[in-house]
């Protein structure tokens, strides 16, 4: 265990180093881009030939690349080949090019992509066996969440639980949660010296004393959650095979979605469903939003997703859960803070099928009080979800019933 | 789905609620026991007949249920025949005589058979498959550990958690939440009409942001608890095996352990390391301790429960932790309270092989900022426990390293 400990304990070092200077790239990125769309709400106009522009990028340099998210859960149950370096570049241009337009997209592809990709770099040069990449990778993707966020707890764990449904195993354990305290540590440097790489705070307010009628509420709630998470995960499934089925080029998926978005944006005459959506999930801790924001989010977010637009569906997934908690509030009688941390952090459990780190992000981002709360709705929303998640190559250990 | 829910959802709302009011039981009676010890210090003098007192309950009453926490995740791995109801008195009455006596011995043991043992009782009646007793009987560990300690989320995954060491699967994990919710919830109302049952509060104090030197320090101080619950687990086996070698009837066990327990206690001239030790766990927090502390409790539970007593190890591996982190303060630049905290999680985390519910545990009793460097000291102990834990009949389903 000690010579084992010696040889992880600077690989996973290094790994958070690399992931969270990356993250701190990407938030930075993201901030800037986000703040010239918004003073520059033309740039909209150019979605279409935008996503033409990540389309080609990733055609003419990124074939080996354009998997994603999927290519590295492939590598981890099944480790091949060196995951590219230029994964890192061309998922963090591709990115910026989504955000800067006005894609609907997120950015824990990006934090995972880059984290993972650039850990692989080490398993060459350090001569690691496949199941030493395996563990590599996940401290990666560890890593790459836990800065993006700034919840390492919850890091870690989604480094073990997005493996796999319904079950998890403990072997990179330790390099996980090492690499995305650490990660998150530099993402948190950074942000003393870059601006716009801090974290967004988020206040839920005052959190009831659970009941017999808080848990029946929290389960209620998280039955809806998961139904969303399962409404994203099948729209945007389908949006990408309908893409795929009519349009053989690649290149010219995106410009379909880009046209599409473009057009929603100017038809409702609202920018609220583009970007990150940061605003407006800050809006919906505090105040009554319309109740049919959350499926603006779900459409806007899955078309851009399932045409090619890049940076993730985890942030988009938070900004629908939290609007669709603060539109239950209408029906249950939780605060409405409450009831959008809970949505934020269950739609991303039934999305993405980790209910614990999702439980460890609700406890991370809103305190134990409303965690508990955000426990039962991550738990029942992952029930709910089905077992088609945002992650294809998601494995199904175990059936959820 | 739905109908697995509605079939469920009546069930592990029962069975929270008669561990919880089993957990509500114990805690009352542990406090009458305790204070009446306390008043009456001479008892201490009768440990060893009581110890053969509760050797001949069990030898009499208690053959099919003497196995205890083993037997359950016996029944969990390799389902064969209910429970007996009598499970629940015995230990109830087991645990009441071996604190009153003053035995180190702790409570988690008897929540769990409590809530197990009750929970199997529905078996029968509802007709229940093999696969849905081990729900049944996860649900009443979740439900009875969640209810002892007042902590459901910890309590919830501990269910799921314990079963084996390196994986853990979400097969029961919905009923598991929903009796470890009720369980607390339950032990909470009992908590307003009877004195002695109310949950311990306990307050870590400032917690210092998490730094790269946090992080090697939460480390460096994993590695002393894991080692420490290393050293309880082999302990106490060892003095289990040796007792089982040289004393051949099961009832007269218990009186060797009480009279060491006892001559121990005159020759110290101190009760400090007997009973559940709930005042030195609060004082480790606040006050400095002598460094030694954690290796007296250690020597005292092991030959208690080495021999026979009741009640389980968790609360004195709290304490163990507890005073083990307040002796590290001496070494290490982190608050006393803090060390206290995160040796309280860890130390159980080792010993139990529960690294995510202890986690959990820490977020749920000293909040998410203590509970970052405690999740840090949890798996760095886990990985240090070795493979013996302090449940025999727990598997090896993923070797540590």
Known sequence: ILKDLVRWIPIASVVGMMAGTASATLLASLTWAT?????????ILLLAPAGWAVGLLY?????????????????????????PARMTPLILLGTFISHLFGASVGREGTAIQTGASLA???????????????ILLMAGISAGFGSVFGTPMAGAVFGIEVLAIGKLSYDAIAPCFLAAFVGDLVTRFWARFVPG????????????????????????AGVAFGLAAMAFSRLTHFISHTARRFISRPEFRPIAGGLVV????????????????????????HNKLPPYDFAGKLIFTAASIGTGFKGG???????????????????????????????????????????ISSTLLAVELFGGEAGA?????????????????????????????
Chains 1, 2 share one sequence.
């Open 59 to 83: 055609k003419l340099f990124g074939k080996s690349v354009e998997g994603g998210n999927n290519l590295i859960l492939e590598e981890v149950h099944d480790p091949r080949t060196t995951i």
């Open 313 to 355: 569906e985890v942030t988009p997934l938070f900004y629908i859960g939290a609007t669709l908690g603060n539109a239950l509030s209408r029906l249950l009688p939780l605060p409405a803070g409450l009831l959008a941390g809970m949505g934020f952090a269950a739609v991303f459990a039934g999305a993405a099928n980790t209910p």
């Open 373 to 401: 709360y955000a426990a039962i709705a991550c738990v029942v929303s992952y029930l709910f979800s089905g077992h088609t998640g945002i992650y294809g190559s998601q494995r199904v250990g175990r059936s959820k019933f």
């Open 197 to 220: 790489v801090a974290h967004t705070h988020y206040v839920v307010g005052d959190v009831p004393a659970m009941t017999v009628q808080g848990i029946v509420l929290a389960a209620i």
């Open 35 to 43: 703040n010239i769309r918004e003073s520059h709400r033309w740039l």
């Open 262 to 285: 473009t057009a929603a944006v100017f038809a409702l005459g609202s920018t609220r469903y583009i970007g990150l959506g940061v605003p407006i999930i800050v809006d919906a801790f």
């Open 120 to 134: 692989d770099q080490l398993s060459g040069p350090l001569r690691l066996t496949s199941p030493e990449r395996r």
